[in-house]
């Protein structure tokens, strides 16, 4: 499904501040070393999360889905003093990419990357997180929605990525599992009487995709 004119897309992408040399280089290897690299954040989303992060104050950040690190990376820059990303992931050779460019970067003693699945290491935490990006195995979402519920205070963000998927989300009969679950957090997210949330249609994957905010009030 053509959700956005690529040259619209190319276009918001031209009017982003860049993320400079150490992000473009990231970008290139993911591409280079990974087979499925648009999982990755661009600079257009990395730059969002990084906003939020600075818009909310962020100290504490969790984000599931470490893949190469960009998304925690951008976060990590937002950080006001003292604060702290713990990014987790089942994968240990792209969390070593991620590892290496937060030290290149300085960022390293802002961002503690752990592995392991994500419905394990989220059951082992204690919060409160100022802002949860959920952005992990889609399936596990309203799981990893419903952990987020109750490890962030009011005030708090909670985000889940792809919420799109090239329009898939639309088929209410579909069996992927991912489609599934994305339709289900977006269903308790949109009915939870503690959020006020907001579903974005055209962030990601060069327009394709999407990613849903909640602002947790209660
Ligand atoms: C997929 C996963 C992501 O987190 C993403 O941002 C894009 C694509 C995927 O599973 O295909
Ligand atoms: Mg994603």
New binding site residues.
Partial sequence: MNLVDPKADAYAEAHTTPSGELYERLAAETHEKTS?P????GEVEGRFLEFLVRLVGAKRVLEL?T?TGYSSLSMARGLSDGGHVISCDVNPETTAIAQRYAEEAGLADRIEYRLGPGIETIAQLEGPFDLVFI??D?VNNPHYFEWALKLTKRGSLIII??VV?EGSVLDAASADT?VQGTRRALEMMSAEPRVTATAIQTI??KGH?GFAIALVTG
């Fill in positions: 499925i648009q999982m990755m954040v889905g893949f952005d992990a889609k990525d792809n998927r991912s990601g994957l995709d």
